[in-house]
C-alpha cells in the first residue's frame, strides 16, 4: 500500500473508530441523569437500575474513547508531522482548552462510578452531569479545531512562514460553529437513537419490559428531538459550506457546470470523465435556492476548478446522499415518535412501532460517518483549505501500510470485544436487576 | 509565559510518571504475585486505582498537547523519528486501558478474566518500558535527521543499549512506586509483608538497571555521568534520593504509610529532576551534535501566551477537583464498593 494513502486510510479509521465512543461518551451521561433524576425524585427502584445499567455500558465506551483519543493525540504527528509543526501553534488552543475538559470529565467520572454510596445524592448526581457537560465541550472544542482545517484564518502565509499567529481568531473560525452545532446534535440523534434500538429490541422479546420500556422512552426522546433539529442545522452547514469551500460544495451535490438556475442533483451516479451524473433526479433551481435563497443565481460548479484542486467527486456525493437520506429518514421516524407520545399510546406495544426503531438502531452512526467522509474528503487535496497539501503534510517513513494494518486489527478487535462486553451486560439484566429487592439504596 | 509552559510540561511529566507509574506498576505487580494471591491483590489494586485511573493518564495527554501548541518542531521531529516505538507504546496504551476496563465491568465472570489479566499484566509492562525507551532516545543524540537509510532513521534511533537500559529503569520505577503505593492500602498484616517484600524486590531492580544505565552510556559515549554528577544540582538530588531512600525503608518498617508515599514521590522528582536539569532547555539531542530545544524551538509567542493562559486557567479548575477526588477515595472503602457489587 503506498505511503499517503496508507496515512489517510490509518487516520480515516482511526477517526471513525474515535467518533462512535466519544459521541456515546458524550450523550449518554445526559440520559443517565435524566433516569438518575427520575429514581431521586420518584424513588422508583427502575430508575436506579437503568442508571446503573447504563452507567456500566458507559464506563466501558468511556475507557475505549479516552485510549482511542489518547492514540489520536500522537497520530496527527505521527502521521501528519509537517502539519502539526506548522498547525499546531495556530490551531492548538481548542486542543488546549479541550485538554481541560478532559480532565473535568475523567474527574467528574471518577466521582459518579465508584461514588455512589460515599456522597450526598445530590452531588453525585450532579458529578453526572459535569460528566455530561464536560463531554459536550470537548466534543465541540474538537470540532473547531477540525473547523479550523476547512476555514483557516488567525494567521499569515508570508514567504512560506505562518505569523501573525493568533489562536483565538483561528479558534473562532467562520465554520466552528456550524459544525460544532451540527456534530452535537448528531451526537445525541446517533447516540438516541442506538440506545433506543437496543432497548426497543429487548421490549419486543418481552423481557424485563418495565425496564427496557422506560430506558427506550428516554432515550427516545433525545435523539428524536435532535433528528427533528438536525436538517435545519444540516442546512445551516452546507450554507456556510458554499461560501468557504465552493469545491466541497460542488462535489457534494456531484455539480459540474456552472449555470443560472443551479438544478439539486438527488441520487445518480456521478461520471466524472464526462463531468456528468446518470441516472439523477434533477430539480431545478433548487440548489441556487438552498445556497442563496434565490433561484437564479448560479452556484460555482467543478468546471471552474481547478482539476488539481478538485476532491473525489464520487465518494463525497455518495457520502453526501447517505447522510441526508438518512437524515430524512430519522426526523421521519421521529415525528411518528411525537405522534405515539401525544395521540397514540398504545403503538409503544405494537411490533411495527418497536420494529422500525430497531431497524434505526445503526442508522445515526451510519450518517456521523458519512458526514465526516463528506467533510474530510470533501476537503481534499487540501489538509488545510488552499493552504496545504495533505500529500505535502505527510510523515516521509516509509511502511505507513503496516501500521495501518496493525491499527486495523487492534480497531477491528477492539469493536468485537466492546460488542461482546455489551451483549453480556443486556444479558445480565435480569440476573443483576430482577431481584425483587432494590441493589442497594 | 515560556515558563509557565515549561514548568507545566515538567510537571505534567512528573506527575505522569509518579501517579501513571504506579498505576502501570500495580500490573508489574500483578506479574510477580503468585496465583493464589493475584486475585486480592487484584481487588485492592482495583479499589485503589479504579477512580483515578482515567485522571492519570491525562497527564501524558496535557504533555503532549503542550508539546505540539507550544514546541511543535520537537513534537513533529520526535514523531517522525520515534515513530515505532510511539506506536509500540500507544498499543500499549490501548491494551492496558480497555483491558482494565473490561475486566472489570464484563458482566459474566468468567474465562475470559484470564484473557483480560494476560492482556492487562502484559501491556502494563510494554507502555513504561518504551515510555522510558522514547525518554531515554530524546537524549541519546541517536535522532538523525540526516540519515539516509531507514535503519538508521528510524530504528536505531531508539534501538541502542543506552534507551532500552533507560526503559526497563522506568518499568523497575514504576513497579517499586506501586509496591510502596499499595503497602498502605493492605488490609492486613500478611498481605502489608507481601507488598513490603516487593517494594525490595523492586528497589533491588530498579538499582540493578540504574546502574546498567550507567555502563551502557559509557559504552555509547554519553557523556551521563558527566550530566548527574558534573553539577551541583546533580549531585545534590542524587543526594537527597538516596538519603530518602534509606529514610523511607526506615519508615516503611514503622508502617508510616503516607509519608513513604511522599518519599517515594519525591525520590521521583528526584531522578526526573538530575535527568533533566543538566540539558535544559534542550529536550532532544541530535546525533550530529545539535539540539531541538524548549527556548530556541518554541512555537508562535501568541502561542505560547494563550497555551499558558489555558494551563493556567485549567488548573484552577482541575487541581482542587483532583486532589478532592484522590482524598476522598483515601477515606478507607466502606465495605461495599459498587463494581463489584453485583
Ligand atoms: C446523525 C447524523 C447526521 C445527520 C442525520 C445529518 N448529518 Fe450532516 N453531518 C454529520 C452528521 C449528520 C456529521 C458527521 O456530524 C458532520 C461531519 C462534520 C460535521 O460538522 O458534522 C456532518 C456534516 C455535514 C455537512 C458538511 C459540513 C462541513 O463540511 O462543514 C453538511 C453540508 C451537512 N452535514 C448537511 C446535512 C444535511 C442537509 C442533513 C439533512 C438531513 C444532514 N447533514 C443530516
Ligand atoms: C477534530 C476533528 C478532526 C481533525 C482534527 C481531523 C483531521 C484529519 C487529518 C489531519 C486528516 C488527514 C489528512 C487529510 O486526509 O486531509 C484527516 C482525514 C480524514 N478524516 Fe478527519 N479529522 C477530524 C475529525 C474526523 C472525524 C470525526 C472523522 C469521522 C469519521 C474524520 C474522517 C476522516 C476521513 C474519512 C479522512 C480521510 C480523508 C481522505 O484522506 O480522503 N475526521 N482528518
Ligand atoms: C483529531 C481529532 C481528535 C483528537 C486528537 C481527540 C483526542 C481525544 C483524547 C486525547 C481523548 C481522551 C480524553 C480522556 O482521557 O478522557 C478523547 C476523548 C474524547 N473525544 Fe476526542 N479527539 C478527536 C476527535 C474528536 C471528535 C471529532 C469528537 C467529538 C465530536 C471528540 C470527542 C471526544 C470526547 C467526548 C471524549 C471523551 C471520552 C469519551 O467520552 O469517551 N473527539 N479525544
Aim: aromatic share 14%.
Amino acid at each position: 500500500m503506498d505511503n499517503f494513502m496508507a496515512a489517510r486510510s490509518q487516520m480515516a479509521l482511526s477517526l471513525g473508530f474515535h467518533i462512535i465512543f466519544s459521541c456515546i461518551g458524550m450523550v449518554m451521561p445526559f440520559f443517565m441523569a435524566v433516569s438518575h433524576f427520575l429514581w431521586l425524585r420518584t424513588g422508583n427502584p427502575v430508575y436506579q437500575n437503568v442508571t446503573k445499567a447504563w452507567s456500566k455500558g458507559v464506563a466501558i465506551f468511556f475507557a475505549t474513547g479516552a485510549v482511542s483519543g489518547t492514540v489520536l493525540s500522537f497520530e496527527l504527528g505521527l502521521l501528519w508531522p509537517t502539519f502539526m509543526k506548522h498547525a499546531g501553534p495556530i490551531f492548538g488552543m481548542p486542543f488546549s482548552l479541550e485538554g481541560t475538559a478532559f480532565f473535568i470529565e475523567a474527574i467528574a467520572l471518577g466521582f459518579f462510578l465508584y461514588g455512589w454510596t460515599r456522597f450526598n445524592r445530590w452531588f453525585h448526581w450532579f458529578t453526572g452531569v459535569v460528566v455530561g457537560i464536560s463531554g459536550l465541550t470537548s466534543g465541540i472544542l474538537v470540532v473547531a479545531a477540525n473547523a479550523w482545517m476547512n476555514s483557516p484564518t488567525g494567521f499569515e502565509l508570508i514567504d512560506g512562514k505562518y505569523t501573525n499567529i493568533d489562536p483565538i481568531k483561528a479558534m473562532f473560525n467562520p465554520a466552528w460553529f456550524s459544525q460544532a452545532l451540527h456534530m452535537s446534535v448528531a451526537a445525541f440523534a446517533a447516540t438516541g437513537f442506538a440506545v433506543a434500538g437496543v432497548h426497543a429490541l429487548m421490549v419486543m422479546r418481552k423481557q424485563n419490559v418495565n425496564f427496557h420500556l422506560r430506558a427506550f422512552k428516554i432515550a427516545a426522546i433525545f435523539g428524536v428531538i435532535a433528528a427533528i433539529l438536525q436538517p435545519l442545522s444540516g442546512d445551516i452547514s452546507a450554507k456556510m459550506v458554499a461560501k468557504r469551500q465552493p469545491a466541497k460544495l460542488a462535489a457534494m451535490e456531484a455539480h459540474f457546470d456552472t449555470k443560472p438556475y443551479s438544478p439539486l442533483i438527488i441520487g445518480g451516479i456521478p461520471d466524472v470523465k464526462n463531468k456528468k451524473v446518470n441516472y439523477a433526479i434533477e430539480l431545478p433551481g433548487m440548489l441556487s435556492f438552498m445556497v442563496y435563497d434565490d433561484f437564479k443565481t448560479p452556484v460555482k460548479g467543478l468546471d471552474q476548478i481547478p482539476e488539481r484542486d478538485q476532491p473525489p467527486v464520487a465518494v463525497t456525493h455518495y457520502a453526501f446522499q447517505l447522510m441526508v437520506a438518512l437524515g430524512m429518514l430519522m426526523m421521519g421516524l421521529g415525528i411518528l415518535y411525537l405522534i405515539a407520545l401525544w395521540r397514540k399510546k398504545n403503538w409503544f406495544d405494537k411490533r411495527w412501532f418497536l420494529k422500525l426503531f430497531i431497524w434505526a438502531t445503526p442508522v445515526g452512526f451510519i450518517a456521523v460517518e458519512a458526514g465526516w467522509t463528506v467533510t474530510e474528503v470533501g476537503r481534499q487535496p487540501w489538509i488545510i483549505q488552499g493552504v496545504m497539501r495533505t500529500a505535502d503534510a505527510v510523515t516521509p517513513m516509509p511502511g505507513i501500510g503496516y501500521s495501518f494494518y496493525l491499527f486495523t486489527a487492534v480497531y477491528f478487535t477492539l469493536s468485537l470485544a466492546v460488542i461482546f462486553l455489551l451483549y453480556r451486560q443486556i444479558k445480565m439484566v435480569p440476573i443483576i436487576y430482577d431481584n425483587p429487592k432494590p441493589v442497594s439504596k | 509565559m515560556i515558563y509557565v509552559v515549561i514548568i507545566f510540561l515538567w510537571v505534567a511529566l512528573l506527575l505522569y510518571l509518579v501517579m501513571g507509574g504506579a498505576d502501570f506498576g500495580a500490573g508489574i505487580i500483578e506479574m510477580f504475585t503468585s496465583n493464589k494471591n493475584k486475585s486480592r491483590t487484584r481487588k485492592i489494586m482495583y479499589n485503589a486505582i479504579g477512580p483515578i485511573w482515567e485522571a492519570n493518564h491525562m497527564w501524558l495527554i496535557i504533555a503532549i498537547v503542550i508539546l505540539f501548541v507550544g514546541f511543535p518542531v520537537i513534537y513533529a521531529t520526535m514523531s517522525i523519528y520515534l515513530h515505532i516505538p510511539l506506536t509500540v507504546m500507544l498499543m500499549g496504551i490501548i491494551a492496558r486501558g480497555t483491558a482494565l476496563t473490561f475486566r472489570n465491568y464484563d458482566a459474566v465472570h468468567d474465562n475470559m478474566q484470564k484473557i483480560y489479566n494476560k492482556i492487562f499484566v502484559y501491556s502494563s509492562f510494554i507502555t513504561p518500558l518504551f515510555l522510558g525507551i522514547i525518554a531515554g532516545s530524546a537524549v541519546s543524540g541517536r535522532v538523525d535527521p540526516q540519515a539516509t537509510n531507514f535503519m538508521d532513521a528510524y530504528m536505531y534511533s531508539w534501538l541502542n543499549w543506552f534507551s532500552v537500559a533507560i526503559g526497563f529503569f522506568t518499568v523497575a520505577l514504576c513497579g517499586f512506586l506501586a509496591a510502596i503505593y499499595l503497602i498502605g492500602e493492605a488490609n492486613d498484616d500478611s498481605e502489608r509483608k507481601s507488598f513490603i517484600r516487593k517494594a525490595r524486590l523492586m528497589n533491588i531492580a530498579a538499582v540493578i538497571a540504574g546502574s546498567v544505565v550507567f555502563i551502557a552510556s559509557v559504552k555509547e559515549n554519553i557523556p551521563l555521568v558527566e550530566w548527574v554528577f558534573g553539577n551541583i544540582i546533580g549531585i545534590a538530588a542524587v543526594s537527597a534520593a538516596t538519603i530518602s531512600l534509606i529514610l523511607l525503608w526506615y519508615l516503611i518498617s514503622k508502617g508510616k504509610r503516607y509519608i513513604i508515599r511522599v518519599l517515594a514521590g519525591f525520590q521521583m522528582t528526584m531522578i526526573l529532576l538530575t535527568t533533566t536539569y543538566k540539558h535544559y532547555p534542550n529536550i532532544i539531542i541530535l546525533k550530529n551534535g545539535g539540539h531541538l530545544s524548549l527556548i530556541e524551538d518554541q512555537g508562535a509567542e501568541k502561542a505560547i501566551q494563550s497555551l499558558g493562559i489555558a494551563l493556567l486557567v485549567g488548573s484552577i479548575f482541575i487541581l482542587p477537583a483532583l486532589f478532592y477526588l484522590v482524598w476522598s477515595f483515601q477515606q478507607k472503602p466502606d465495605g461495599e464498593s459498587e463494581v463489584e457489587s453485583h
